[in-house]
């Protein structure tokens, strides 16, 4: 009887151990969708300046978390997708230097917009980290808005000098075909001027011989 206590209380224990882990998952599967996906910290949930050798841990803890494979979530997929990009991002030198440029940019601007220095206790707030990661949303949003426009003032660019080279195409095709067809009439037109000018001779020919009555 006591054996059977313990092997209900076992499968009990399991069974929240499971729920728990499953919570879990759920619960990191929503943070990384809610969090900015152009903000690759924020979605690892790491703070800049970390090596990194932090960045792959971290990827690794949560990618085995997430993992589609370990999970029912129908969410996973998704998250495990944002998860590895901002892994991507952050491994690649440029894109973390631009996401990190960004970041500087919203902190500078936040001291000016309060008036404070560098040396300000402010800035070590709760409140002002939470207004800095506010900001660095907004500045990347303007970046983001900024690249789109230029890509597409780019994409326009091209378009007009594609339709420029393509008339330019047109009108050179055009020349040569009216210089071909000039060319092949040549002998055409070359018998009808004999003939004009053959008839044009025989016609004078006969007001030569026309004599004048009276």
């Known amino acids: 009887m006591a054996d059977d206590d313990d092997k209900e209380e076992k499968d009990i224990l399991d069974s929240l151990e499971r729920e728990a882990s499953d ?19 924020a979605v690892l949930d790491l703070q800049p300046g970390v ?5 792959k841990l971290q990827y690794r803890k949560k990618s085995l978390l997430i993992h589609p494979d370990k999970t029912k979530n129908p969410a996973a997929p998704d998250a495990f997708d944002r998860l590895k990009k901002a892994q991507t991002a952050l491994l690649d030198e440029k894109q ?16 000016r917009e309060h008036k404070y220095t560098v040396d300000s206790p402010e800035l070590q707030t709760g409140e002002f980290k939470k207004e800095w990661r506010q900001k660095t949303v907004h500045v990347l949003l303007e970046e983001e808005a900024r690249r789109r426009r230029q890509a597409k003032a780019r994409m326009q660019e091209e378009g007009r000098e594609k339709r420029k080279e393509d ?5 050179r095709k055009r020349k040569r075909d009216q210089d071909k067809a000039w060319e092949d009439t040549r002998e055409e037109r070359i018998g009808s001027w004999r003939d004009w000018q053959s008839g044009k001779k025989t016609g004078e020919k006969k007001k030569k011989k026309m004599k004048v009555l009276g």
């Open 23 to 41: 919570f879990a998952k759920d619960a990191e599967i929503d943070r990384i969708r809610q969090a900015f996906s152009l903000d690759a910290y």
């Open 96 to 111: 973390r230097a631009y996401l990190d440029e960004c970041i500087s940019d919203a902190r500078r601007l936040l001291i």
């Open 167 to 171: 008339e330019e195409l047109d009108a």
């Open 51 to 55: 090596p990194d050798s932090d960045i």
